[in-house]
């Protein structure tokens, strides 16, 4: 079996930079990441639990459908009534299959114990509902992997990044964003 270590492309891109490597072939590119892995050692990747994983993809499909819902409502407004029953009947099917999703979903989180009593906490903080609590325990993954919350916070794109050199360039203190944005999205209304 082979070890693995899932290492962010921005940081090797920048370790070449360091290193001032001017080529760009995959000889070169194999061994600038090999340098790498000899410099940092990253640590090994461990693969999601299986019940993450499958919530996941529940997740995923549902937001997929409800996107799929709304482009057919967007073309509802401007459609010739000679399609409108098609739209009608689409949005219904559609309807269906979303509240089918949501079931799993509902009866996979209820099924685990480690993810029913995450998704208690999760709904126990003002302004996070039943969407959104799904939504962080799927993207986030298993957060015991998180040692610290900042991590986390890096990790959704919501630490903060300054803009200071000196004493003459001051900017305003925003997020980085250098993160995954489906997580910053899901707790985007919460958040307001």
């Known amino acids: 079996s082979f070890k693995v270590s899932v290492i962010n492309p921005a940081k090797i891109k920048g370790f070449a ?17 090999a340098r790498y892995c000899k410099a940092f050692n990253p640590p090994l990747w461990e693969p999601q639990p299986q019940h993450i994983c499958d919530l996941r993809d529940l997740v ?80 986030f993954g298993d957060m015991s992997r998180f040692d610290h919350a900042k991590k986390a916070a890096a990790f959704a794109g919501l630490n903060p990044r300054q803009f200071q050199s000196g004493s003459s360039v001051k900017g305003k203190t925003r997020i980085s964003k250098t993160g ?10 919460p958040a307001i």
């Open 17 to 33: 930079q360091s290193e001032l490597a001017r080529n760009k072939t995959d000889k070169a590119d194999a061994q600038l990441i």
């Open 60 to 139: 995923h499909r549902l937001d997929s459908l409800m996107k799929l819902r709304q482009q057919e409502k967007n073309r509802q407004h401007t459609a010739a009534p000679v399609i409108k029953r098609s739209l009608n009947s689409v949005m219904r099917g559609l309807d269906r299959e979303i509240k089918k999703i949501e079931k799993a979903i509902k009866e996979h989180v209820n099924s685990n114990p480690d993810l029913k009593e995450k998704d208690k906490l999760l709904n126990s903080i003002p302004g996070i509902g039943k969407t959104t609590s799904v939504k962080v325990l799927a993207l």
């Open 180 to 189: 995954r944005a489906d997580i910053r999205e899901a707790m985007f209304f």
